[in-house]
């Protein structure tokens, strides 16, 4: 909660605020998320327009879960920019408003930092991952030379190819 008391009805007037959060929960699920007790780096600005408060910034902090691919631990940063307008209340419904001279960044930044964080994170852009007959790390057993199984629908084939490279 920022208060905004100051700017509220005063259009062309401008607040900066630079903040640091500690989280009191975790933000997102699945293989990876923003974890409770971390920090969270927010730069706002906040705008007095006709029709409310603009509220512009970024938010900066950590990811951390595993590889999609080999459950390998990933720690990795995350940078969101964010933009919207808090309305001052009124009839029409918003999904933001001004309440009581402050605006509620919670839900904001949150949505912004949890829609941003990867779907199906690696460790790294070419993660082979993990094999599937033995669950070792590829990347672990990269020295083993990996043979391709071949699928019996086309076993035939292959004695077709090897008659040709014979005859040669």
Known sequence: MLPVHDIVRRPGEM???????????????????VVQGEE?????????????ILVTGEADSTYRGECGRCLNPI???????????FAYP???????????DHV??????????????PFQPVCQPDCPGLDPETGERLTESAGKEQVAPVDPRWAALQQITD???AAE
């Open 15 to 33: 607040r900066e605020h630079r903040l640091t959060i500690r989280l009191s929960e975790q933000w997102g699920e699945g293989l990876v998320s």
């Open 40 to 52: 969270l780096d927010l730069d706002v600005r906040l705008e007095s327009v006709h029709e409310g």
């Open 75 to 85: 720690d990795a940063p995350v940078e969101v920019e964010f933009q919207e307008l």
């Open 90 to 100: 009124g009839e029409e419904a918003n999904d933001f408003e001004v309440q009581d």
């Open 104 to 117: 509620d960044l919670e839900t904001l930044v949150r949505d912004a930092v949890v829609l941003s964080l």
């Open 163 to 165: 008659q040709g490279n």
